[in-house]
């Protein structure tokens, strides 16, 4: 092959890679991006937004908090939220927080398809006055741990966990 035969046969490969280069760019862009899955979980004040959380609490007395959950995980899901009384500690060397008791207020199960929001009123009533969070675990149906799993290692099991801060009077 002759040096310009051979020009001529680079300057055609240079040309197609560029061609393959531009579509692939133009196919990239139009392409939606690809979300990891996850699930929403989160709480409402009873007017419905995210605000009028309660705080104080009678002891023994319900009241009203909106347990929110979307499914984002590409199929359909069926979830389990637990709801807890907890005693919780800040270590001031740490800054972090720690369990210390937790007893049970309520479960919501509930089924989701992919895009499906679950909005719904719970009642929270704690008898506890040392209580002082009020713990949302949510867990996926089939990965709720057995009732030996308590405490701390229950909240660490998790899949995604909400709480309030409250004063029980």
């Given at each position: 092959?002759?040096?310009?035969?051979?020009?001529?046969?680079?300057?055609?490969?240079?040309?197609?890679?560029v061609i393959a280069a531009i579509a692939a760019t133009v196919i990239l862009i139009h392409l939606?991006?690809?979300?990891?899955?996850?699930?929403?979980?989160?709480?409402?004040?009873?007017?419905?937004?995210?605000?009028?959380y309660l705080f104080e609490l009678q002891s023994g007395r319900a009241e009203p908090v909106i347990i929110g959950i979307t499914n984002r995980e590409g199929v359909p899901a069926d979830y389990?939220?637990?709801?807890?009384?907890?005693?919780?500690?800040?270590?001031?060397?740490?800054?972090?927080t720690r369990v210390n008791a937790i007893s049970p207020i309520g479960i919501v199960r509930t089924g989701l398809l992919d895009g499906q929001t679950y909005e719904q009123p719970f009642q929270v009533s704690v008898s506890d006055t040392q209580a002082n969070r009020v713990l949302f675990l949510l867990f996926k149906a089939?990965?709720?741990?057995?009732?030996?799993?308590?405490?701390?290692?229950?909240?660490?099991?998790?899949?995604?966990?909400?709480?309030?801060?409250i004063a029980v009077r």
């Open positions: 092959m002759t040096a310009s035969g051979f020009d001529k046969l680079a300057s055609w490969f240079m040309l197609l890679a939606p991006p690809r979300e990891e899955p996850f699930t929403e979980l989160y709480l409402l004040g009873s007017s419905g937004i995210a605000e009028d389990v939220v637990e709801a807890y009384a907890a005693r919780v500690t800040i270590d001031p060397a740490t800054n972090r089939e990965a709720v741990p057995p009732a030996s799993v308590s405490g701390a290692d229950r909240v660490a099991a998790a899949y995604r966990e909400v709480n309030l801060w």
